[in-house]
């Protein structure tokens, strides 16, 4: 029998479970797939669910082994708000299809999505009533007949009990890629809106109307299954939230001019959160196209931390 809600403290657990109901329950679709989820164009099998509700009670607990910088880099976007992101210069380099003549992108999380938190915030602080604090990410005159469009369509906050509730809707997501991004992306969102407002988390809920894995993705969930099965949470706790103007200064830093012993000597402005996380990216973009020689000279330039893989 499929499953619709599913409720834990951690990610990995809603993760896990997951997975097991799409393996075990799931409607097997043919459905046409192509660049938009990192395949050729062609007509594929999937195993799917549909209107799932994943319940956080604790979205502190948001980060899991499947974790990578590719999902730092992209949740950065959606609350820095930047656009063009730097997205595309992230592990995930199938993004650079979608950028057009002027190296913007159709749509970006933190142009549709960021940019309004400082908004929410200021709606909440004046009625903490509120049930009209929404955040439409989809637009139907602009994402209708388009191939690369957003998989959240809306951001909810809303005040319970005297702390700060979040609900995201997913027109889709891939349960062995994409459910890992954005349930440890929008956790981290409602933790600095909450910091700006002063109070605690509730719960975070993530619906997804179609939670899917494709045919051939099938011993990759089952290995990540036996990977979740090992988990122990991590906590993420005390963001600090005056962090935009030097963490945007850092991301042109590191990832367009590449100047990295100058980005580290910023980084000692942030928070260690923040510094774990820019650093981070820093060894990322140091170690991608090395060779030996380069490896002896750059490290000691650079001054590379050592252990600043996240959290």
Same mark, same amino acid.
């Given at each position: 029998?499929?499953?619709?809600?599913?409720?834990?403290?951690?990610?990995?657990?809603?993760? #896990?479970?997951?997975? %097991?109901?799409?393996?075990?329950?799931?409607?097997?679709?043919?459905?046409?797939?192509?660049?938009?989820?990192?395949?050729?164009?062609?007509?594929?099998?999937?195993?799917?669910?549909?209107?799932?509700?994943?319940?956080?009670?604790?979205?502190?607990?948001?980060?899991?082994?499947?974790?990578?910088?590719?999902?730092?880099? %992209?949740?950065?976007?959606?609350?820095?708000?930047?656009?063009?992101?730097?997205?595309?210069?992230?592990?995930?380099?199938?993004?650079?299809?979608?950028?057009?003549?002027?190296?913007?992108?159709?749509?970006?999380?933190?142009?549709?999505?960021?940019?309004?938190?400082?908004?929410?915030?200021?709606?909440? #602080?004046?009625?903490?009533?509120?049930?009209?604090?929404?955040?439409?990410?989809?637009?139907? %005159?602009? !994402?209708?007949?388009?191939?690369?469009?957003?998989?959240?369509?809306?951001?909810?906050?809303?005040?319970?009990?005297?702390?700060?509730?979040?609900?995201?809707?997913?027109?889709?997501?891939?349960?062995?890629?994409?459910?890992?991004?954005?349930?440890?992306?929008?956790?981290?969102?409602?933790?600095?809106?909450?910091?700006?407002?002063?109070?605690?988390?509730?719960?975070?809920?993530?619906?997804?109307?179609?939670?899917?894995?494709? !045919?051939?993705?099938? %011993?990759?969930?089952?290995?990540?299954?036996?990977?979740?099965?090992?988990?122990?949470?991590?906590?993420?706790?005390?963001?600090?939230?005056?962090?935009?103007?030097?963490?945007?200064?850092?991301?042109?830093?590191?990832?367009?001019?590449?100047?990295?012993?100058?980005?580290?000597?910023?980084?000692?402005?942030?928070?260690?959160?923040?510094?774990?996380? #820019?650093?981070?990216?820093?060894?990322?973009?140091?170690?991608? !196209?090395?060779?030996?020689?380069?490896?002896?000279?750059?490290?000691?330039?650079?001054?590379?931390?050592?252990?600043?893989?996240?959290?």
């Amino acid at each position: 029998m499929v499953e619709n809600y599913f409720k834990a403290d951690n990610t990995a657990a809603l993760a #896990k479970k997951n997975l %097991e109901n799409i393996l075990s329950n799931g409607i097997v679709e043919k459905r046409q797939v192509g660049g938009w989820c990192m395949k050729k164009p062609k007509t594929e099998k999937i195993r799917e669910t549909h209107a799932v509700t994943f319940e956080l009670t604790d979205p502190r607990n948001c980060i899991s082994s499947q974790h990578c910088l590719g999902a730092e880099v %992209e949740t950065e976007d959606y609350f820095l708000g930047l656009n063009p992101g730097y997205v595309h210069l992230s592990p995930w380099s199938f993004y650079k299809r979608w950028l057009d003549k002027n190296q913007k992108y159709h749509y970006t999380y933190g142009k549709r999505g960021g940019k309004y938190l400082w908004d929410v915030v200021k709606k909440l #602080k004046e009625n903490p009533t509120t049930r009209q604090c929404v955040v439409n990410l989809w637009k139907v %005159e602009r !994402d209708l007949n388009k191939s690369f469009v957003p998989c959240t369509t809306q951001w909810n906050f809303f005040i319970s009990d005297g702390k700060l509730n979040m609900v995201s809707t997913m027109r889709s997501q891939d349960a062995c890629r994409g459910f890992f991004l954005d349930t440890f992306a929008y956790p981290i969102i409602q933790q600095i809106t909450a910091k700006r407002l002063g109070i605690p988390m509730g719960s975070y809920r993530h619906i997804v109307l179609n939670s899917h894995i494709y !045919d051939d993705d099938v %011993e990759f969930a089952e290995n990540i299954i036996n990977h979740l099965n090992k988990e122990k949470p991590v906590v993420i706790d005390n963001l600090a939230s005056d962090y935009e103007l030097i963490m945007n200064r850092m991301s042109k830093l590191i990832f367009i001019e590449k100047d990295l012993k100058r980005a580290q000597e910023i980084s000692e402005n942030l928070s260690p959160f923040w510094k774990k996380w #820019k650093n981070n990216q820093i060894i990322y973009v140091y170690t991608r !196209d090395f060779s030996e020689q380069d490896y002896t000279t750059e490290l000691t330039v650079a001054g590379l931390i050592v252990g600043t893989v996240m959290p």
